[in-house]
């Protein structure tokens, strides 16, 4: 250890501590928008993967500064959004203790980049994630109960959220394994 013979100010920020590697690879999204029912129903959230970097030349509206309205080169981050698909929905209700998964209805065909994410080893796997739900939407009395499932979440849920995934194959990335999150929809009324 080094000593330092006087005191001196800390470097760097206490913001970014502790300075360790991540637990997850991907952010958590801790906060949306407010919900508003006068706007049509529309996502609150969206995916982008950094694609690199460039430069700008823009003039700077900064009064009093010395760079007013002087052309200034700033750096600027690019970032992919390809569009997501949605491939579920989620419902929430309303609890004492916060908001409680009521049901969940996953679409009827899910694409291969999206099941990768519920293996390790996508080459070993027996690749049956969601066969037996898809076989609940080809018989009646499946579709019977899909129907009662999205009756029961429009009497009762409070927030609807959609689980969707991004489209990897799209990107110009090694990885084939898609994204998924859900993305809470607002505006409009449940019913």
């Known amino acids: 250890m080094s000593h330092r013979k006087f005191s001196a100010p800390r470097?760097?920020?206490?913001?970014?501590?502790?300075?360790?590697?991540?637990?997850?690879?991907?952010?958590?999204?801790?906060?949306?928008?407010?919900?508003?029912?006068?706007?049509?129903?529309?996502?609150?959230?969206?995916?982008?993967?950094?694609?690199?970097?460039?430069?700008?030349?823009?003039?700077?509206?900064?009064?009093?500064?010395k760079t007013n309205k002087k052309e200034v080169v700033e750096a600027v981050t690019i970032v992919e959004s390809p569009p997501v698909i949605v491939v579920g929905v989620v419902g929430y209700i309303e609890t004492p203790r916060g908001l409680r998964p009521f049901k969940t209805i996953f679409?009827?065909?899910?694409?291969?980049?999206?099941?990768?994410?519920?293996?390790?080893?996508?080459?070993?796997?027996?690749?049956?994630?969601?066969?037996k739900y898809a076989k609940k939407w080809q018989d009646e009395d499946g579709k019977k109960d899909i129907e009662k499932?999205?009756?029961?979440?429009?009497?009762?849920?409070?927030?609807?959220?959609?689980?969707?995934?991004t489209q990897i194959k799209v990107l110009k990335k090694r990885q084939k394994k898609a994204h998924i999150l859900e993305i809470p929809l607002n505006g409009g009324t449940i019913a």
């Open 149 to 165: 499932d999205f009756a029961q979440m429009r009497k009762y849920c409070k927030v609807i959220r959609v689980v969707v995934h």
């Open 11 to 65: 470097h760097g920020s206490l913001g970014f501590l502790p300075k360790k590697r991540s637990k997850r690879h991907r952010g958590k999204i801790k906060a949306f928008p407010k919900d508003d029912p006068s706007k049509p129903v529309h996502m609150t959230a969206f995916i982008g993967y950094k694609a690199g970097m460039s430069h700008i030349v823009r003039e700077v509206d900064r009064p009093g500064s």
């Open 107 to 131: 679409a009827e065909h899910l694409s291969e980049e999206c099941r990768r994410r519920f293996y390790k080893n996508w080459y070993k796997a027996k690749k049956k994630a969601f066969t």
